[in-house]
């Protein structure tokens, strides 16, 4: 279906938009590129993702510093594997194929044939889940984390007080008071969750974590695959990770929960010699939420001076009226197809074939010599 809307919308913060229509929009002036949390809803950007790690951020030599948290953190550490433009094609699409066609099977094909489907237990995904992560990044741990440009930065959430171990009357206590902790304030959240960012040790990250609780541990290839693993574990739907080698003892869960968009002090960050220092954000909706727990409070929704040098790039709400469903793929579609695994790899892949505009429609931007005409 073809609207004449487009299907890319560009926003920008103050900083950013000035120079965007000074000089257009250049690899050399990204300095960092973060990757929210969302599951199946980041399955869209990935022929943005192509473009950019692929041909266009390849004109360009300056070190980009990838973040990411759940999908986001799956994302950017695939693109680390890639060292031209003909592996950022192969990687992308095996993480596409390979998240389309997750299942997690408790019983042996058939033994439920004629029961109704069951979700899985966290276990068995967390098992099945691993797995995956092994058979893409297995062995090349190193590999990724010995990129020459890009340097990575995984974020999961370690639980504090009744969170410090996953069980089963801790956790949902635990989650209980971190949500009640949440609604007075993030900062009070930090008391029960806080930021962990898992970092590539060659160059630190340019901008400041203080916004909350956090710490930083070296991300090195013995905890490469564990601190991934975390960054996905949704809470009750995988179990945690317990005592990652190299940082501090503790239930580690999905990266989302404090950091569900990544909301940062991108401002603040400081532009070396070859970076302009702005920030490239793909991202599946115009509003960036901070936390998981922040999805149901608007308040939170909004635009900070923390983004004053942020690109960000988002799908218009148009566009996504016209995909499979009229909506972007979700978890939601778990439930709705059921033992139809083919039905939902089915929709995904449309959704995922129809997002290609996204990627055309940044690649004319990107040519143009100022974004006046592009960007909201």
Aim: proline share 7%; net charge positive; glycine share 8%.
């Amino acid at each position: 279906m073809t609207t004449s809307a487009p299907a890319l919308l560009i926003y920008a913060g103050p900083r950013a938009k000035a120079r965007l229509l000074e000089r257009g929009l250049r690899p050399e002036d990204v300095q960092v590129l973060p990757a929210a949390a969302g599951g199946p809803k980041g399955l869209i950007l990935g022929p943005l993702d192509k473009f950019i790690f692929g041909d266009w951020l390849g004109r360009s030599e300056q070190t980009v510093h990838l973040m990411g948290a759940s999908i986001g953190a799956w994302r950017m550490a695939t693109a680390c594997l890639t060292r031209n433009a003909a592996e950022v094609e192969r990687e992308f699409e095996n993480l596409a194929q390979g998240y389309v066609h997750q299942s997690y099977d408790e019983e042996p094909p058939g033994a439920a044939a004629k029961k109704k489907k069951k979700m899985p237990s966290a276990a068995t995904v967390s098992k099945g889940f691993a797995a995956k992560l092994d058979e893409v990044f297995g062995g090349r741990e190193a590999l990724a984390l010995s990129h020459p440009r890009f340097r990575l930065h995984v974020l999961a959430s370690r639980g504090r007080r009744l969170l410090a171990r996953e069980g089963r009357w801790r956790t949902p206590l635990g989650y209980t008071a971190a949500f009640a902790a949440n609604l007075l304030s993030r900062q009070a959240m930090g008391s029960w969750l806080e930021r962990v960012s898992f970092s590539d040790p060659r160059t630190p990250l340019p901008l400041p974590l203080d916004d909350f609780r956090s710490l930083q541990v070296e991300l090195n290839p013995g905890n490469f695959q564990a601190s991934i693993l975390a960054s996905c574990s949704i809470p009750f739907w995988l179990q945690a990770v317990h005592d990652i080698p190299g940082a501090p003892r503790g239930a580690y869960w999905d990266g989302g929960i404090t950091d569900y968009h990544l909301h940062l002090n991108y401002a603040a960050m400081a532009a070396d010699e070859q970076s302009a220092g702005l920030v490239l954000y793909p991202h599946f909706q115009r509003q960036l939420v901070p936390g998981w727990l922040d999805k149901a409070l608007k308040r939170r929704h909004g635009a900070t001076s923390f983004l004053d040098n942020v690109v960000l790039l988002a799908p218009n709400p148009a566009w996504i009226a016209t995909l499979p469903g009229a909506k972007l793929p979700d978890r939601t579609d778990f439930q709705h197809f059921g033992d139809d695994a083919a039905g939902r790899a089915k929709q995904w892949l449309r959704a995922i074939a129809e997002s290609e505009r996204l990627r055309d429609e940044f690649a004319q931007a990107c040519e143009a010599p100022s974004l006046q005409s592009f960007i909201l």
